[in-house]
């Protein structure tokens, strides 16, 4: 079949609704990389043959990511005419008894998460059957889905579940009825704001590049997303890559483009085989190629996978990495809208904000900048993780606060401890302490605290975490991942490690401190590219906020959160020990002994105090000493 | 302009399409191949070289039957990923970027596989593993030793 | 014609200058190791860095910004003057053994490094990775038969497999540019040596002498250009012997 119209697209939605909502029952799995990581595969294989085994009629889909990743592996079970229930934690096991269940016509109680309402629920009235609404929920009920429209409710797989969601009418609409001046002036004013980051408005962008009269232009969509510990734009790529693909496509019609580029991060190689998916089917059906839809617009999109390199997401280095070279920023201006790939007016936008395009070009302006705040229109994607309750994937308007997400959403420290500091903005971002939750999350609150906002990256640090440790972290990060061109970030982020090596060392002097803060300004204000130019914000930050904890560490040889291995010793308490004798089994040094039954003991000489047996000890006689 | 005339450029993304295939097909980037991709794609050698060693995802090196990532992104650090990778260390006696005697297992770090609400997080192959312990790696690891490896029954 | 001031000075440049063209346009001096006029700018020694002080406000890399109408210059604020001299700190302590890098570290005051000195197996280290042999084979010449190897502070730069080259004319572009005399480069015999390069290239003798004097690859360019065949063909000393007796001669048959 070929996609010519919109009737050809009224058929498509016709199939796709057949299939999200058939008269059968449906069993979907979320299938997406987090789910995969807990077992989602194995759930998938035990439910279809478990349903083969007792022949129950049962169509099983893979579905994409739902977000409360701490639940995974979610499973939904959609009968006929009832609201569909989700199940949480599912194991292999958990997934035969419910085959077994729903054999016999019932439904397990056991595990059931929460119910999602396919019509919208009246105001104030009470789901049935005692389970909650998703959307009720703690962990949903703040939350305003945009970007994460689709994902886990639709088979990424399918275009036309797409479609009967709403897909490619953006599309449609902005092909046939608007020039590109038109879609460019929608995307202005619905205040939408680059998500990759820094947050540079993207109908002022599409704006410079549409005013260069040269040919040809390109478009980009930046998938590398290098920020260690998020994962925003894998899971739209993996999800829902319909969304991107239109996004892009109608960037492209704005800006006068007829090539897109896809770069997709190399670690992400589900990601790269669902949009390859995506872009082969959207070919087929004639919504990428000539005359798409009949507007006489031609597209296409090719697919490129990085190689594992941050800087990649730089844009300029993207373009270099694209043109076949090395991954290395040039100097701007010249802006890549102006001259980028092989010298030619191109636009790269994040996967977030190509996703949130075509609701803005649906739905509209206005509706769009109602959400979130005046210079903070709309949503943003955080992935919320390491020391938190409930971790996974949120969208909330622009203008929450921190706590609101940390504690409301993500419901406080992970077992209850108390949280120290969150890290926004991933290597380039800062470490915020909890006494600044109150902020309301917008691009300029966040800079003015010494983070940045990032594309989405959130990661919880309790007071387990060593905030020096966390500074030795990032810059050992940036420097293996520096490019190497320019000298502030090559020469001056290996010679921070050095200090902050020293320093959790418990080898560091008071004038260490002067001498990294001088050269964190230095590799701030002189590098080249984003990169070295962010690189120093988490020692900045650290030392802004948490210079205490520096302090212990160069003047009291004692590192507070425990983690310097050089400052702690480990021991066992005899009187807690019962000899259960796990931490010697686990010990991956050798360095614990003891008789069965037996307090044990640790020889100081062989402990590297990798704190494993800390971790494992049932009854928490090992002791940390600082 | 030069003067030496230049060959058109490649399109785009295809040296490094190029290179992931070759790294893909030999497990690491062979000195003829990338010889021989230069001179197919028109590419000057320096700029395929400079690539190939720019890149982490590309080894100079041959690998081990199965590679073992060991993420150390952000989430998986601040919950352990380092207990992980000492374990490992210990179990299998390598260091990260070796290959264990018998040709196994290569053992490398990786800054982030996307699973950081799993953390801590390590990959075999294509195969991802979440909210993992120091403790179920040796059962994790005879599944990859004994047979051609794999998903596990339950998960872990 | 573009107006800006330099160091409160007005300067008019043509369109398409850089801020660093207009600084020395101004007769400021300037120090860079990265730029040279006949190449793309690259930005990558962030010594030039200058503050622009309006209409807008920043410290940037003067060898690859755009000078533009009205724009405001300092090259010696105290933000350039300290990014300048930790710059040449950081290379003193990358290059201790580079007399080129302790004079101009000098010149800026700087005359010790408190960072370190390399390690034992980059003791003797001149190069400062300012990429300009690599860009003046590939963007002048077009051998592109170097490239930078690695990242971050692995980056090098070599030739392929850091092997001889087949790329190599030996014309010696990259000894010529090197800021810092770290490339290695040594006629000897028949033969041209490019120490660094791990490359030896055949040269060409000169039919009337027999002297080795141009690189034996470099022998299309009289193909290329006509008019350099002459040059090609005889060596500088052969050619001006040449010419001399040339000269002579006409003289000769004028008189007569
Ligand atoms: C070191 C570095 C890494 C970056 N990584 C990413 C990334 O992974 N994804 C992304 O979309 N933008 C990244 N950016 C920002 C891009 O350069 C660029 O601003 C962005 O892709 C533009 O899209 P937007 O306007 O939609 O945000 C990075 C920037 C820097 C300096
Ligand atoms: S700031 Fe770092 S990554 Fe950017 S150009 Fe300089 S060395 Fe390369
Ligand atoms: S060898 Fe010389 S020209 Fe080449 S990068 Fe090093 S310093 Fe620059
Ligand atoms: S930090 Fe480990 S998967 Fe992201």
Known sequence: MKVRSRSDLETLRAEGLSTLYPSRLKISVGMATCGLATGAAAVYDALRDEAARRDLDLMLVATGCLGYCQQEPLVEVRRPGRDPVLYARV??????????????????????????????????????????????????????????????????????EYVAQGGYEALAHALLDLTPEQVIDEVLRAGLRGR?????????????????????????????????????????????????????????????AHQGYIYVRDEYPLAVERVTQAVARAEELGLLGENILGSGFDFNITIVRGAGAFVCGEE??????????????????????????????????????????PVIITRGADWYASIGTEQNAGTVVFSLVGKVANTGLVEVPLGLTLRDLIEGIGGGGLNGKAVKAVQTGGPSGGCLPARLFDLPIS??????????????GMVVMDEDT??????????????????????????????????????????????????????????????????????????????????????AHVKEKRCPAGVCRALIRLSILSELCNGCGLCRRECPAGAISGEKKQPHTINPELCTRCRICYDVCPVGAVEIVR | MPLIPQPPPPAGGALLTRLHAINAEHGYLPEEELRRAAEELGVPLSQVYSAATFYAAFSFQPR?????????????????????????????????????????????????????SMSPVMRVDGDTYGRLKADI?????RRYQTEAGGMSDEGT | MI???????????????????????????????????????????????????????????????????????????????????????FLLSRCPQSEVIRELAAQEGVTASRFGTPPPERAEELCVLCGLCVRVCREAIGAAAIGFIGRGMERRVGTPFEVQSEACIGCGACAEICPTNAIKIEDRGNERILHTWHTTVELHSCPECGRYFAPEPTGFLKDMFPEIENLWALCPECRRQRTARQWIEQEHTRAT
């Open chain 1, 316 to 357: 300029t280095a993207l373009i270099s990495s694209i043109e076949g070279g090395l991954g290395e920023p040039r100097p701007k201006p010249p802006f890549p809208a102006v001259s980028g790939l092989w010298g030619k007016p191109t636009v790269i936008n994040n996967v977030k904000t190509l996703a949130t395009v």
């Open chain 1, 196 to 256: 990759g980051g820094a947050g540079f408005p993207t109908g002022r962008k599409w704006q410079i590049c549409q005013a260069v009269p040269i040919q040809p232009k390109y478009v980009i969509c930046n998938g590398d997303e290098g920020d260690p510990g998020a994962y925003m734009d894998r899971t739209v790529l993996e999800s829902d890559p319909h969304s991107v693909i239109e996004g892009l496509i109608i960037a492209g019609y704005a800006i006068g």
């Open chain 2, 64 to 116: 081990g039957r199965h590679t073992i990532h060991v993420c150390l992104g952000t989430a998986c650090y601040i919950r352990g990923g380092e207990k992980l990778l000492e374990k490992l260390e210990s179990t299998l006696g390598v260091r990260p970027g070796e290959t264990t005697d018998d040709g196994t297992f290569t053992v490398e770090t990786v800054h982030c596989v996307g699973s950081c």
């Open chain 1, 91 to 160: 194991t292999a096991d958990r997934a035969r008894e419910l085959i077994a269940a729903l054999a016999e016509g019932e439904l397990p109680t056991e595990g059931a998460l929460a119910i999602i309402p396919e019509e919208k629920p009246p105001a104030g009235s009470k789901p049935a059957g005692g389970l909650p609404r998703l959307n009720d929920l703690p962990f949903y009920s703040r939350q305003h889905k945009i970007v994460l429209r689709h994902c886990g409710l639709i088979d990424p797989a399918s275009v036309a």
């Open chain 1, 443 to 456: 691009y300029e609150t966040l800079t003015q605290a010494g983070s940045i906002m990032g594309s989405g």
């Open chain 1, 466 to 551: 060593c905030m020096v440790d966390v500074a030795r972290y990032f810059i050992g990060f940036t420097m293996a991942e520096s490019c190497g061109k320019c000298a502030p970030c090559r020469e001056g982020t290996q010679y921070m490690h050095q200090i902050l090596t020293r320093i959790t060392a418990g080898e560091g002097s008071v004038e260490d401190l002067e001498l990294l803060e001088e050269v964190a300004l230095w590799v701030k204000k002189a590098s080249l590219c984003g990169l070295g130019q962010t690189a120093p914000n988490p020692v900045l930050s650290t030392l802004r906020y948490f210079r205490d904890e520096y302090e």
């Open chain 2, 137 to 141: 790696l040796p059962r994790l690891l």
């Open chain 3, 3 to 89: 107006n800006l001031t330099v160091n409160e000075q007005p300067v008019t440049v043509p369109e398409g200058t850089t801020i660093l063209q207009a600084v020395r346009a101004a007769g400021v001096e300037l120090p860079t190791l990265c730029y040279h006029e006949g190449l793309a700018p690259y930005g990558a020694c962030r010594l030039c860095m200058v503050t622009i002080t309006a209409p807008h406000h920043g410290l940037v890399a003067s060898c690859a910004y755009p000078a533009e109408e009205g724009l405001m210059v300092e090259t010696h604020s105290p933000e350039a003057v300290s990014a300048r001299r930790l710059a040449l700190e």
